[in-house]
Structure formats: structure tokens, C-alpha cells
């Protein structure tokens, strides 16, 4: 639960970064290319991490793993494509809002399973709400 916990906390910093960072000053005009350029946009510390850890792999159940993988693969997607240099400060800003997306889903699925670890929530409850929450991106 505490690798969890601070994954989430990495997960907050790159949405704090994120919006702070690039989507604001870009919508006030800023570069959004300079300003990517100078501090490129990166996945969450921990966060990656997690896929070859044994306590994850031990722990985390079957779907909520699939949702990590869902989260883990779209994300490092969004921050090569962001990092591209030839891309259109509107496809970025497109980019960065969808990172912002599945930064968050990442962050709900690892509250649930929290709670699931925590006996809070039942691991049927926890399968629908990750369904729930992953269905809520393709829609």
C-alpha cells in the first residue's frame, strides 16, 4: 500500500506539472514547444516501475494490472508524441490533455486497489469500478 500511495503522489506531481508547466502558459500564450523542449514532459517516477515489481505483481489483482498496463502503455504514448519536436502546439496541447486523463485514471485505479488491499471494497466492487472508470476513456 505504501508503494501505492507514493505512486499516486508521483502520479499528482506530473498532473501538478503538467498543468502547470505546459497547458497553462500555453494557453496564455506561451510556446508550448520551447517550453517542452526546455523541460520535457516525463512519466511519473514509481510509476513505471511498477509493472516488474513483485509485491505488485504479487498483490495487484488481474484487473486492476490490466488497467496499469491500459494506463502505462497510453501514457508513455502521450510523452514520446509530446516530446516530438515537429508537432503542432494544438496536437500537443490534444496530447498532454489525454496524458492528463490517463494520469488520472492511473491514480483512481491505484485508490481502489487500496482499498481493496484496506478490505474496504469487495474484489467484485473493484472489478466494476475499474470497468467503469477504463470505459469512461473509449467513450
Avoid: W
Avoid at 497547458?23 to 511498477?50: F, R, T
Avoid at 490490466?66 to 502505462?72: D, E, G, K, P, V
Avoid at 496524458?99 to 484496506?118: G, H, M, S, T, V
Amino acid at each position: 500500500m505504501k508503494l501505492l500511495t507514493a505512486t499516486n503522489l508521483s502520479i499528482e506531481s506530473n498532473e501538478m506539472r503538467t498543468q502547470g508547466m505546459y497547458l497553462n502558459p500555453a494557453k496564455k500564450g506561451a510556446d508550448i514547444n520551447e517550453l517542452i523542449q526546455n523541460a520535457p514532459v516525463e512519466m511519473p517516477k514509481l510509476y513505471g516501475e511498477m509493472e516488474n515489481n513483485a509485491l505488485v505483481s504479487e498483490h495487484f489483482s488481474s484487473n486492476a494490472f490490466q488497467a496499469y498496463i491500459l494506463c502505462s502503455d497510453n501514457m508513455e504514448t502521450f510523452v514520446k508524441n509530446a516530446n516530438i519536436s515537429h508537432v503542432t502546439a494544438e496536437r500537443k496541447m490534444d496530447v498532454l490533455n489525454k496524458y492528463l486523463k490517463y494520469l488520472n485514471l492511473a491514480k483512481q485505479i491505484n485508490i481502489l486497489e487500496i482499498n481493496k488491499l484496506n478490505g474496504e471494497i469487495s474484489q467484485s466492487k473493484e472489478d466494476e469500478e475499474i470497468k467503469k472508470l477504463t470505459q469512461q476513456l473509449t467513450n
